[in-house]
T-cell receptor, first 114, second 113 residues
Framework: DGGITQSPKYLFRKEGQNVTLSCEQN?????MYWYRQDPGQGLRLIYY???????QKGDIAEGYSVSREKKESFPLTVTSAQKNPTAFYLC?????????????FGDGTRLSIL | KQEVTQIPAALSVPEGENLVLNCSFT??????LQWFRQDPGKGLTSLLL?????REQTSGRLNASLDKSSGRSTLYIAASQPGDSATYLC????????????FGDGTTLTVKP
């Protein structure tokens, strides 16, 4: 079945540590997105990528980094510069940046601080 | 900057009741509006997608409407069931910013048996 796979499901970070969240899709989608969700709130955009080797900052990019070396993969690194990383992280993809196509979501990674 | 508001934040109804969830947005320059369901600790499941040129979409007991000129959408759930209990999020996909989506904070629905 086609879909988006996020791993791990739960992740713990120590002080000063960088951690990487994985997002893989086999939908052949061009566009991929990373969102952060805090309790009781909607999703806020961290980074997005419209095509391989290209990505753009979203609304809350500080303390995060991404790469898009392959069409199917869009990993997110939460760096030590992100002082409040505890949240639920969701990855999404869509056929292209235009638009009339729906976004599909993974099951999320929950990140906590040790 | 696009802002999306969902009212009410929480709703509790008895089983069998029909209900309406509301979503409003400030910028009508959108490609589409999507309604999602989120169960606790889970990802998002797409329920309905309404294109900007459409007025409504239906799927089973769900009906979503869109009035782009007034910046409003509603999600109507008929004959609610306890299994409908979840958080419902709406998101608008903008014609700017490479088609990114802006989300509301959601409405948490509880359907009591």
């Amino acid at each position: 079945d086609g879909g988006i796979t996020q791993s791990p499901k739960y992740l713990f970070r120590k002080e000063g540590q960088n951690v990487t969240l994985s997002c893989e899709q086999n939908l052949n989608h061009d566009a991929m997105y990373w969102y952060r969700q805090d309790p009781g709130q909607g999703l806020r955009l961290i980074y997005y990528s419209q095509i391989v080797n290209d990505f753009q900052k979203g609304d809350i990019a500080e303390g995060y980094s991404v790469s898009r070396e392959k069409k199917e993969s869009f990993p997110l690194t939460v760096t030590s510069a992100q002082k409040n990383p505890t949240a639920f992280y969701l990855c999404a993809s869509s056929m292209d940046r235009g638009s009339n196509q729906p976004q599909h979501f993974g099951d999320g990674t929950r990140l906590s601080i040790l | 900057k696009q802002e999306v508001t969902q009212i009410p934040a929480a709703l509790s109804v008895p089983e069998g009741e029909n209900l309406v969830l509301n979503c409003s947005f400030t910028d009508s320059a959108i490609y589409n509006l999507q309604w999602f369901r989120q169960d606790p600790g889970k990802g998002l499941t797409s329920l309905l997608l309404i294109q900007s040129s459409q007025r409504e979409q239906t799927s089973g007991r769900l009906n979503a409407s869109l009035d782009k000129s007034s910046g409003r959408s509603t999600l109507y759930i008929a004959a609610s069931q306890p299994g409908d209990s979840a958080t419902y999020l709406c998101a608008v996909r903008e014609t700017t910013n490479a088609g990114k989506s802006t989300f509301g904070d959601g409405t948490t629905l509880t359907v009591k048996p």
